[in-house]
């Protein structure tokens, strides 16, 4: 089965960057689509961002468009998140998924597996 391994998250302050990976062990997951959610407490799983199997068409939720990038490098087995210009709305534990398939979807019953997640913590 496919592993996924987040890491990258922590605090910083509104303005700030972060740079989120995700490693994929086991299977490869070149061909998958893949994504990122994010949780905070109280609040359901959401969409963030995904990227095609190539990484030639990406995805992102309208509150983060413009401000995060997501990319892969399918030699390494991995995906990022670049987030730039953090809000403390952004604060929440950042999740890693993926499918076996090259379509994207957005929902979190759709991916097959995940990651543990990593806390980002933006402060005002």
């Known amino acids: 089965q496919v592993q996924l391994v987040e890491s990258g998250g922590g605090l910083v302050q509104a303005g700030g960057s972060l740079r989120l990976s995700c490693a994929a062990s086991g299977r490869t997951v070149s061909g998958y689509a893949m994504a990122w959610f994010r949780q905070a407490p109280g609040k359901e799983r959401e969409f963030v961002a995904a990227s095609s199997r190539s990484g030639g068409s990406t995805y992102y939720a309208d509150s983060v468009k413009g401000r995060f990038i997501i990319s892969r490098d399918n030699a390494k087995n991995t995906v990022y998140l670049q987030m730039n210009s953090l809000k403390p709305e952004d604060t929440a534990v950042y999740y890693c998924?993926?499918?076996?398939?090259?379509?994207?979807?957005?929902?979190?019953?759709?991916?097959?597996?995940w990651g543990q997640g990593t806390q980002v913590t933006v402060s005002s």
């Open positions: 998924a993926s499918r076996p398939y090259v379509i994207v979807v957005t929902t979190v019953g759709s991916y097959a597996y």
